[in-house]
């Protein structure tokens, strides 16, 4: 009885210090990967005046990028299951630095859609690279902590990266460069730095980890061998991992995240420009007021997460989200220039929490062997709504000279997608009714041989 204790123990502290070194490092590399996300929406004017790429052809490039994420990510898992996710993570983070420095240099459409394409291509499997290194490195008890936490710094991300954004545009001449040249040029250098030294300080395995006292890495290693033997009991004499995704419960975690995804990435791209209707703003208080929805996103998220916690049900808590989104938005869409940003400030509080309250539903109980491509699945084509989005935001503001239209159509996609999880199965704590993600279980993966 007291090995066991000692075990228990043991997994609690080793999980205790993952939190404390590991997770302040996925942080980082997510600030950087939001600012390589966000920052084309800070230089659109600047780009179609320097450029000459409009507001259509601003989307197309905008959202190119998620339908490069969308093609490269199941490629980009498989390549990390084989090279694991720290070599991979590093191969991501300094392509996609690359990349975005290259952007500071783009002379033409032509160039501008190649570049967020290869952007898009680069980047692809960040997210469930870190899924997947959570889920070998966390046990299941502490590993949707885990991914709330993650999630949640997104919105920090996205808060900081406003102002950054303004300063660096504020630099426009300096060393005979434009603004948007100095925000592509640093933000872009800045991943490929800390991409390089993650490699250093990201260990692959908990073996390698010399942070953990040996004792500690048996048990965490344990606990997590013991998770996946019952997972793979539980997956038994199936066959194929891939008619996974022909799973209606896989299909519709994906229109579901969609809608939100429709919501973030319409926000994320186009959210400088409703801001600049507001009389009086520049590039540096635009920079700043653009945190402003984020900053309030991240307290929704931290009162959402508590709510979670306690909450037998995870789906009437996203429904809410959903609804706040829905909300918002449609209240942004018939306000003043000021007001509109009060109502999108509580828009993002909606969809910005419906994200980590989405993502318990799915990633809990995954095989091991479908875990990686499952979320994957679920995160790329749920990503095509950031395709979606700015692209079509682009052309109703080209065609109407007005983005209120496709906020309109942003409430009615947030609506419908609170309709939609209802129809999701989900783990029920008196024992009733069996989880989706079991049920996902049913759907033949491979043995590994």
Same mark, same amino acid.
């Given at each position: %009885?007291?090995?066991?204790?000692?075990?228990?123990?043991?997994?609690?502290?080793?999980?205790?210090?993952?939190?404390?070194?590991?997770?302040?490092?996925?942080?980082?590399?997510?600030?950087?990967?939001?600012?390589?996300?966000?920052?084309?929406?800070?230089?659109?004017?600047?780009?179609?005046?320097?450029?000459?790429?409009?507001?259509?052809?601003?989307? !197309?490039?905008?959202?190119? $990028?998620?339908?490069?994420?969308?093609?490269?990510?199941?490629?980009?898992?498989?390549?990390?299951?084989?090279?694991?996710?720290?070599?991979?993570?590093?191969?991501?983070?300094?392509?996609? @630095?690359?990349?975005?420095?290259?952007?500071? $240099?783009?002379?033409?459409?032509?160039?501008?859609?190649?570049? *967020?394409?290869?952007?898009?291509?680069?980047?692809?499997?960040?997210?469930?690279?870190?899924?997947?290194?959570?889920?070998?490195?966390? =046990?299941?008890?502490?590993?949707?902590?885990?991914?709330?936490? !993650?999630?949640?710094?997104?919105? /920090?991300?996205?808060?900081?990266?406003?102002?950054?954004?303004?300063? &660096?545009?504020?630099?426009?001449?300096?060393?005979?460069? *434009?603004? +948007?040249? +100095?925000?592509?040029? !640093?933000?872009?250098?800045?991943?490929?730095?800390?991409?390089?030294?993650? $490699?250093?300080?990201?260990?692959?395995?908990?073996?390698?980890?010399?942070?953990?006292?040996?004792?500690?890495?048996?048990?965490?290693?344990?606990?997590?061998?013991?998770?996946?033997? *019952?997972?793979?009991?539980?997956?038994?004499?199936?066959?194929?991992?891939?008619?996974?995704?022909?799973?209606?419960?896989?299909?519709?975690?994906?229109?579901?995240?969609?809608?939100?995804?429709?919501?973030?990435?319409?926000?994320?791209? +186009?959210? =400088?420009?409703?801001?600049?209707?507001?009389? @009086?703003?520049?590039?540096?208080?635009?920079?700043?007021?653009?945190?402003?929805? +984020?900053?309030?996103?991240?307290?929704?998220?931290?009162?959402?997460?508590?709510?979670?916690?306690?909450?037998?049900?995870?789906?009437?808590?996203?429904?809410?989200?959903?609804?706040?989104?829905?909300?918002?938005?449609? #209240?942004?869409?018939?306000?003043?220039?000021?007001?509109?940003?009060?109502? &999108?400030?509580?828009?993002? %509080? @909606?969809?910005?929490?419906?994200? =980590?309250? !989405?993502?318990? /539903?799915?990633?809990?109980?995954?095989?091991?062997?479908?875990?990686?491509? #499952?979320?994957?699945?679920?995160?790329?084509?749920?990503?095509?709504?950031?395709?979606?989005?700015?692209?079509?935001?682009?052309?109703?503001?080209?065609?109407?000279?007005?983005?209120?239209?496709?906020?309109?159509?942003?409430?009615?996609?947030?609506?419908?997608?609170?309709?939609?999880?209802?129809?999701?199965?989900?783990?029920?704590?008196?024992?009733?009714?069996?989880?989706?993600?079991?049920?996902?279980?049913?759907?033949?993966? =491979?043995?590994?041989?």
């Amino acid at each position: %009885m007291m090995s066991v204790d000692n075990a228990v123990s043991d997994v609690a502290s080793a999980t205790k210090k993952f939190f404390k070194r590991v997770l302040p490092i996925m942080l980082v590399m997510l600030v950087c990967n939001q600012l390589n996300r966000s920052n084309i929406g800070y230089a659109q004017d600047h780009l179609q005046a320097d450029v000459g790429i409009g507001a259509a052809a601003y989307g !197309f490039g905008a959202g190119l $990028f998620f339908i490069a994420y969308a093609i490269f990510e199941l490629p980009s898992n498989v390549m990390m299951e084989k090279y694991g996710a720290k070599v991979w993570l590093t191969r991501i983070m300094i392509s996609w @630095g690359t990349v975005s420095f290259l952007m500071a $240099f783009v002379q033409n459409e032509a160039m501008f859609y190649v570049l *967020r394409f290869l952007l898009g291509a680069a980047e692809a499997g960040f997210f469930p690279a870190v899924i997947f290194y959570f889920a070998r490195w966390v =046990p299941a008890g502490q590993r949707g902590k885990a991914t709330a936490i !993650f999630i949640a710094g997104s919105s /920090i991300a996205a808060a900081i990266s406003g102002p950054i954004a303004g300063m &660096l545009l504020s630099l426009h001449g300096a060393l005979g460069l *434009r603004g +948007w040249q +100095w925000l592509f040029g !640093f933000e872009g250098a800045l991943s490929v730095v800390v991409g390089c030294a993650v $490699f250093f300080v990201l260990d692959a395995t908990i073996r390698d980890a010399k942070w953990l006292s040996p004792a500690e890495k048996d048990a965490l290693s344990a606990a997590i061998a013991d998770e996946d033997a *019952r997972h793979a009991k539980a997956g038994a004499g199936t066959a194929n991992r891939w008619k996974m995704l022909l799973n209606p419960q896989i299909l519709l975690l994906c229109g579901i995240y969609f809608s939100v995804q429709l919501s973030i990435y319409a926000n994320t791209f +186009w959210l =400088p420009s409703i801001i600049k209707q507001i009389p @009086g703003t520049t590039d540096l208080t635009v920079g700043f007021l653009s945190s402003i929805p +984020w900053v309030c996103a991240v307290f929704a998220m931290y009162f959402a997460a508590k709510l979670q916690d306690k909450a037998k049900s995870k789906r009437p808590l996203l429904v809410v989200a959903l609804l706040v989104a829905a909300v918002g938005t449609f #209240a942004a869409a018939v306000a003043s220039p000021v007001m509109a940003l009060v109502f &999108l400030a509580i828009a993002a %509080m @909606g969809f910005k929490s419906a994200s =980590p309250l !989405f993502w318990t /539903i799915p990633q809990s109980g995954l095989h091991p062997l479908v875990l990686a491509p #499952a979320i994957a699945i679920i995160n790329s084509l749920g990503n095509l709504g950031g395709f979606v989005a700015p692209f079509g935001f682009g052309i109703i503001k080209e065609q109407t000279g007005s983005v209120i239209p496709g906020l309109f159509a942003l409430a009615a996609a947030s609506t419908i997608a609170a309709g939609l999880v209802y129809f999701l199965k989900e783990r029920r704590t008196d024992g009733g009714e069996v989880a989706q993600e079991e049920r996902v279980l049913e759907a033949p993966v =491979p043995s590994r041989a």
